[in-house]
Structures are given as structure tokens and as C-alpha cells.
């Protein structure tokens, strides 16, 4: 390593520290406008990106999670090369939205990565996202070229010690993490904690390295800000990727938005039918302390449309 | 430099090939429909790869870039040689820069055409007994094709990933173009292109007139051309500087005459002609003449006696190439129970036990069976370096002998992408036939296996389902198995042997879940395809 490595390797490493040191727990001095302060607030009834604007709106709007000058990466569910129809990958109009929050509450650059499973350029387009991130503003960095992963320890973790993450992970002052809440062929369902899989370079790793403990332990690592869950157009069957003759869709209309990402797949997992401690990740997070499934112990702000 | 008129000739010459080549570079490295029609254009004009399409895989008229090829080898000698074919391009660029260097004066050479006469009707002969391997090794679009893949894009990778990073810096976030592949081929061309430059670095084109069965027909057909470069007796003084500046070494200065069949009309002997001896003449009806009195000398008679034959047995062993194509096709097509252009008929086409012979390895999706695939691939990479995902991988003795260096899936580098059929529409000379993406889909090129005791979930006793996660067909899907944890239940019928599980399978080699290849492509049965129809159920209550 040299110096400028080094340097390099030092900032980004303090950033990442410093970032997660302050903004771990949001200051809960943050003033509301009712002057209460929510955990989560759920939306139901109405289509993704203007249930956004409700329910960020009753958490205090984006400026209590983006301030102005900072860098966010947004983690949207962009894995699959197929159309947003399917209910495989997050609704494009929804990351546009966020886009548009974060540049509002004055973020200096909003980066969009994901790892994708098909491949990246064409997943991204099928998906729309990148269109519809690029309109509000953000910019759809490669997730699936090597040179921008990066070696990181992850503490106090047993299965997944290390792992090679994307840089922005890293490097960005707040992540938002935007996932699809479906069904999975072997987690039963995938949402908030699963969709960080995306932010890493080597997927499989987990796979034959206890996945349930690997996708809980990442978020050690890093913690979303913020979690945003499109729960719009729920698939319900022959999940992860969605075929025309095992799926099944329900349209629910809801949305959970959390700075708390293990509340955020419970109330998920309720969303979807099936109950979080049944969802092994959920309770491994929850014994770390990533965050908490007990839902009753959380200011919820439950708006209906 | 003393001829202005032949220094603009010349340099077009070079700008014709430098653009061939610059859009050769682009079009394979870039991806997307403007690309791909380029290459596609570019290919088409390759002789023999377009003469293998049209004659041996029924590529259609549209395919037939030779017939221009051959009339302009007819009308004006080999020109193609000069301005379309990637090696030949590359050819001169050494050349330049062995003149910049070495001031070498190339001179006159004997024709050369015992031995190439040889390893052309070697090599032809190769091809029509569908053994394409000496063939493919010295055809030149396969060899550039091959030193694309295996040189000049692992460099561009390099730089690319270099110049990502340093753009980084500036906020610029690309993704490096990406290189991912088989070694073994890497060396082989490492050593075939090092001993291809310094032969050119040393002889000129000798390649060209000793090695590549293009230049053995494209000799014949430029035996007597309409046009080229003749000599001007009244003023010719015999210098020799046109012998010493012609890399093709078809230059006679003592007998003022120049080989044809061997001449690519690089223009350099006419531009620097101190005394304007040399002439390009578009009809050379009549400096004829003054060409049989040449020959009334005796001095090349033998020569081109023997370019005739060599050229003559190139170019029957070429016609045999359409009869033996026209029989072998219909062959394949008796033993193939995939029929591209039949609509589907699952229950008819099912896998026959007979026919579903194991293949050796997987081929790609168009290639429709091991015999038509390995009897028509020249092994020029094309399709390796276009692959989106690096699934297909140059193979050594994976399709038998026979199949030295073609393409096969390699599951271990990739999957074969669901919405995907770029090699079948940039094959050049169809070996992987040129299907639309619906019939793609319905292909089946392997089925699943899979081995309960190597699967993660019963030797760990953990959760993975990463096989049934990928795959596009579902014809693997997760099922309970027992606390909890769910199995992978495979459905071969249905399963497209794209190879998506057993490249997700997390364990060591070999994998718990892989493809076990078709000899011959099937049509894979596919569920009745439910339209999704969203139910709506917005929950009464907030469930939480």
C-alpha cells in the first residue's frame, strides 16, 4: 500500500466510521412537526411514490435523514432482467421519488448500485430504474465490475467476517435502502435486511456459509439510514425471479418506511403473511441488535389513504 | 512520393483499412444494436466465413458477401486482402513498421505455391470433412477474430479498469469493459500471433501467399484481373526500387512483370517509381500484349503454371465444400429433432431416448447439434468476446478433436442469459444460427441434475436455494424439506440448460446442481404460460 493508497483507504474508512458513528441512531432531538417523533410509518392505499411523500412526510421528512452537502447511496432491488410488471425488482417510479427527496433536502450526490444478479446494463434497463433514477437526478453506478469492491471487516460477525463490499457502502454518508418485499424460494421472503446482498461482490459466499446468519450480520457492517419498502404489488409465489407459470401477485398498496431495518422485514413479513420470528435473519438481527421485530415497542404512524 | 495521383490511391488504401479495422475494434467491444449491425456487416464481407454461411448453413442471400468479394477479386485482384481482411490490415501496420525500422528491401520471391497450394486443399479438404480445425487455425477473419479475444481485449480490459479508477476521481463512475477467460487459449494465440508478426516483420505478406486458404482462391480468381498494376517497358530503367518497396514480393524487375494473383494493390510500387514505370491500368487489355511477350521470356511460366493448379485445386476443393455442404446439411437435418423453423410442438418433439445421446459439453443455443456445430465453427471467437455473460469459452478437447478451440458454455465463468441470443445474430458463418430470441427460449441445450449429497442444505443442514433463485425456466424450484429449510426439486422437461444453477451453486467443484449437455438441441416442453393477473387484496387492517 502506498501513500496515497493509504490516504485513500484512510478517508474513506474515517468517513465511513464518522457516518455511521452519527447517523446510526437519528437524533431523536430532531424536532417533528406534530412534535412526536415515529419509528416507522406505514402507508397503505395509494401507489408507491405518492405513499412516499405521505409517510416520509410524518417521519419528518427527508431532511431528518439527508442533510445538505451529504452523499447518498440508494440500494434499490434491481436484480433481475425483467419488466417491473413481474414484482421481481422495485418500482421504478418509487427510487425516482426518493431521488427527488434526497436532492430536495440538499444531498450533494445520490449515487444508485446494485450488485445484480442478471446482468447489470441490462437488468437495469428491463427494470427501468435506471431511467427513472437518472429523471429524478441520481446517478446508476456500476455494481458489477470488481475494481469498485472493496475488502471490509465486519465487526462482531461469525459467519461473515469479511466481505468485499461495494465502495459507497463506504463511502456515502447515507445509504437508503429501497427493497421489494416478495417471496423466496428458500428465505420465504426477501426484503429490507436481504436486499443489502446486493451490495456485495460475492453473493454465493453466503449461500454455503449459513445465509440466514451472513444476511443479518452485513448489516453490522452498515445500516441503512433509512429503509423503504415496496409492498405496492407483492409477489406472492415463485419468488425471487418471478415465472409466468409459478407466480402469483397481490396488489396490497402499502408501504413501510424505518430507520430501523429489522422492523422495517418484520412489519415486511406481517405485510407479506407469514410472522418474523419464522424468518430466521429477522430474529439472528434482532439478537445483534441490529434492530427490533418486537413491532409493539415502536412508534408506528399507520396512514391510510 | 513522386506520383501525387498514386499517394492519394495509396492513402485511401490506408484509410479504407484503417476505418475496416478501427469498426472491427469498436463493434466487438462495444455492446448494442449499432454495434452488433456493424460487426455484422463487417463479417458478411469476410470471404470464407460468408461462403461457409451461404453454402454450408444455408445463411440466405443476405449472407453472401463473398459474391462482391470475389467479383472485385475478379475486376481488380485482391484488394480484399488489402482493405477488408482484419489480418491482412494488420499485416501492414507490421510491415510499416518493420520498413520504419529496418529499412528491409523486400525483393522478389518465387510464387510460393507448392506449399500453399498444400495447406490450402489440406485445409479445404478439412473443412468439407467437417474437420475444420487446420482450416479455422489459418483462416484469417478466425485468426484476427482469435487475437481480438485472446490479446488485444484483455489489454483493452487492462487500460479500461486503469482508466475507471483514475475517473473515478473525477466523478465519472464507469464499468471497465470486461475480460474473463480461458487461459490455455490466451498462450496458444499469444504464440500463433508472435510467430505471425515476426514472419511479417521479416517476409512481408508471406502469410498471405504461403498459409491462408483465402489467398489460395483469391489467387485464382485474381489470375488475369480486369484491372492492375503493369509495367511500362518505354520506361522502365530496371532500378529495382518497386521490387524492394512490394511486402508480396510479386515484383519481377528483370522480366517487367508483375504476379497478379499475388499483388493486394497496396499502391506502394507505383507511388515510388522514381520514373512512373509502374501504372495501376483498369483495363488491361492493352498492355495484354506486352504481358504474353513477358511470358514469351520464360520466366515465370512455371510459376504461374503451378499458381494455376494449386489455385484450380483450391478452388475445386471449394466447390466440393457446396456439395458436401449441401449432403451434410441434409444429414444433420434428418438426425436433428430441432427445427428452428418449425412452431412448437412440445408433444411431438419431446426428448426421444434414442436422440438424447449425452453430448460432451454444452454447445450454444442455435448450434443445433454437436456435428453441425463442430463441422461449421472456424473457431474465430467471435461470439466468445460478444458473450454478455463469459459463459461461452474457447475449449480445447471438450467436442472431441474435431472441435479443437470452438466455443462451448462453461458454467463454471457464466450462465447462458435468459433474454439473450447475441452469438446465434453475430455468428459469421452460422455454426450458432441465427434464431430469433422466442425460439431461443424454447431450446433446450442440456437438462438439469442434480446431487442431493454435494447440495448445501443437506450436508450443512443450512438454507440456500441458490439454484432455484436463478434459473429463468423454474425448472428448478425450492420445496419443503424438513424444519424449516426448503430443497431444490428439479423439473428437466422444462429446464433450457442454461446453465444459471450450477453457476450460482455455492459449493466446490463439482457442483451439487449442473447441466448435463445434449448432443443435439432439444425443444423443451414449457408450462402453459398463466397470464399474472395482480389480484387486488389491500389488506382491511394494517397487519402490523
Known amino acids: ?305 | 512520393m513522386n506520383r501525387p495521383g498514386y499517394l492519394i490511391l495509396k492513402v485511401l488504401r490506408i484509410v479504407v483499412a484503417a476505418a475496416v479495422l478501427v469498426l472491427f475494434y469498436v463493434s466487438l467491444s462495444l455492446t448494442g444494436p449499432v454495434y452488433s449491425g456493424i460487426l455484422k456487416v463487417l463479417t458478411r464481407l469476410q470471404f470464407f466465413p460468408s461462403l461457409i454461411n451461404v453454402v454450408l448453413s444455408g445463411g440466405g442471400w443476405f449472407s453472401a458477401g463473398f459474391l462482391p468479394v470475389a467479383l472485385l477479386t475478379v475486376l481488380f485482384g485482391r484488394l480484399y486482402c488489402s482493405v477488408l481482411c482484419p489480418l491482412g490490415i494488420i499485416q501492414d501496420v507490421v510491415i510499416f513498421i518493420s520498413g520504419k525500422k529496418r529499412h528491409r528491401k523486400y525483393s522478389f520471391s518465387s510464387s510460393g505455391a507448392r506449399l500453399h497450394g498444400t495447406i490450402a486443399i489440406a485445409s479445404l479438404i478439412g473443412l468439407l470433412l467437417g474437420l475444420p480445425f487446420l482450416f479455422g487455425f489459418l483462416e484469417p477473419y478466425a485468426f484476427w477474430g482469435r487475437m481480438y479475444r485472446d490479446l488485444i481485449l484483455p489489454v483493452s480490459a487492462g487500460v479500461s479498469e486503469g482508466a475507471v479508477l483514475i475517473l473515478k476521481e473525477f466523478d465519472l463512475f464507469l464499468a471497465p469493459l470486461p475480460f474473463m477467460g480461458e487461459i490455455g487459449a490466451v498462450l496458444l494465440t499469444a504464440v500463433s500471433a508472435l510467430l505471425f508478426v515476426l514472419l511479417t516483420y521479416v517476409y512481408g505478406r508471406w502469410f498471405c501467399n504461403r498459409l491462408c486458404p483465402t489467398g489460395a482462391v483469391l489467387r485464382l480468381l485474381s489470375l488475369r484481373p480486369l484491372g492492375g498494376i503493369e509495367f511500362n517497358k518505354e520506361l522502365c530503367t530496371k532500378c529495382g526500387v518497386c521490387a524492394h518497396v512490394c511486402p508480396a514480393g510479386c515484383i519481377d524487375v528483370t522480366a517487367q512483370c508483375i504476379e497478379h494473383n499475388r499483388c493486394v494493390l497496396c499502391f506502394e510500387c507505383t507511388e515510388r517509381c522514381p520514373f512512373g514505370a509502374v501504372d495501376f491500368t483498369l483495363m488491361r487489355g492493352a498492355s495484354k500484349r506486352r504481358f504474353s511477350k513477358g511470358r514469351g521470356e520464360g520466366r515465370i511460366d512455371p510459376d504461374r503454371r503451378k499458381a494455376v493448379m494449386v489455385s484450380l485445386g483450391s478452388l475445386g476443393a471449394a466447390g466440393g465444400l457446396g456439395l458436401t455442404g449441401f449432403g451434410l446439411s441434409a444429414l444433420t437435418s434428418c438426425n436433428s429433432n430441432y427445427k428452428p423453423s418449425d412452431s412448437p410442438l412440445p408433444e411431438q418433439q419431446k426428448n426421444t431416448s434414442d436422440l438424447d445421446k449425452a453430448g460432451r459439453a454444452v454447445i450454444p443455443p442455435g448450434s443445433k447439434n454437436v456435428r453441425w456445430y463442430t463441422a461449421r465453427c472456424i473457431s474465430c471467437h467471435t461470439c466468445v468476446s460478444a458473450c454478455p455473460t463469459h459463459v461461452l469459452q474457447p475449449s480445447f478437447f471438450a467436442l472431441g478433436v474435431s472441435g479443437f478451440l470452438q466455443p462451448v458454455m462453461d458454467y463454471k465463468r457464466g450462465y447462458c442469459e435468459w433474454e439473450c441470443n447475441r452469438c446465434s445474430q453475430i455468428c459469421p458463418t452460422g455454426a450458432i444460427e441465427s434464431i430469433a430470441l422466442e425460439e431461443k427460449k424454447r431450446i433446450q441445450m442440456g437438462t438439469v441434475q442434480f446431487d442431493k449429497d454435494r447440495c448445501v442444505v443437506f450436508t450443512e443442514g443450512t438454507d440456500c436455494g441458490a439454484c432455484a433463485e436463478v434459473c429463468p425456466s423454474q425448472a428448478v424450484r425450492m420445496v419443503p424439506y424438513k424444519d424449516g429449510l426448503t430443497q431444490p426439486a428439479t423439473e428437466p422437461e422444462i429446464c433450457s440448460g442454461c446453465g444459471s444453477c450450477e453457476y450460482a451453486c455455492p459449493v466446490s467443484l463439482p457442483k451439487a446442481i449442473v447441466v448435463k449437455p445434449h448432443s443435439t438441441h432439444q425443444v423443451r416442453s414449457e408450462r402453459t404460460p398463466q397470464q399474472i393477473l395482480p389480484e387486488e387484496e389491500v389488506p382491511e387492517e394494517f397487519p402490523f
Open chain 1, 1 to 305: 500500500m502506498n501513500r496515497r493508497e493509504f490516504l485513500h483507504a484512510f478517508t474513506r474508512y474515517s468517513i465511513a466510521a464518522g457516518a455511521g458513528f452519527l447517523l446510526r441512531r437519528p437524533p431523536l432531538l430532531y424536532a417533528q412537526q406534530n412534535g412526536e417523533t415515529y419509528d416507522m410509518a406505514a402507508v397503505m392505499g395509494g401507489r408507491p411514490a405518492g405513499m412516499f411523500d405521505i409517510g416520509i412526510k410524518a417521519l419528518g421528512g427527508m431532511g431528518r435523514f439527508v442533510k445538505k452537502g451529504q452523499v447518498v447511496l440508494i440500494k434499490p432491488n434491481a436484480s433481475w432482467n425483467v419488466e417491473p410488471e413481474i414484482g421481481a425488482t422495485t418500482t421504478p417510479a418509487l427510487v425516482e421519488r426518493i431521488v427527488e427527496h434526497c436532492a430536495q433536502a440538499g444531498a450533494s450526490k445520490i449515487y444508485i448500485v446494485d450488485h445484480t444478479i442478471d446482468n447489470w446494463k441490462l437488468a437495469f434497463d428491463t427494470t427501468r430504474i435506471k431511467q427513472a433514477g437518472e429523471q429524478g437526478g441520481g446517478r446508476v453506478i456500476p455494481g458489477s465490475s470488481k475494481g469498485y469492491f472493496h475488502k471490509a471487516v465486519v465487526p462482531g460477525a461469525k459467519a461473515l467476517k469479511n466481505v468485499m463490499v461495494h465502495e459507497m457502502v463506504l463511502e456515502a454518508d447515507v445509504v437508503i435502502n429501497v427493497p421489494v418485499l416478495k417471496h423466496h424460494g428458500s428465505t420465504t421472503i426477501t426484503c429490507a435486511l436481504k436486499n443489502l446482498m446486493g451490495l456485495v461482490w460475492d453473493r454465493w459466499y453466503y449461500h454455503s456459509n449459513d445465509l440466514h446468519r451472513c444476511i443479518a450480520e452485513f448489516a453490522l457492517l452498515r445500516t441503512p439510514t433509512l429503509n423503504v419498502v415496496d409492498a405496492h404489488t407483492v409477489m406472492m409465489s415463485g419468488g425471487p425471479r418471478g415465472s409466468s407459470h409459478r407466480s402469483s401477485l397481490k396488489v396490497k398498496k402499502m408501504q413501510i418506511i424505518s430507520p430501523d431495518i429489522v422492523a422495517a422485514d418484520a412489519a415486511a413479513a406481517a405485510t407479506w403473511g407469514t410472522e418474523a420470528d419464522k424468518i430466521r435473519y429477522i430474529t439472528i438481527a434482532d439478537e445483534l441488535g441490529i434492530g427490533t421485530k418486537d413491532l409493539d415497542s415502536l412508534k408506528i404512524k399507520r396512514i391510510r389513504v
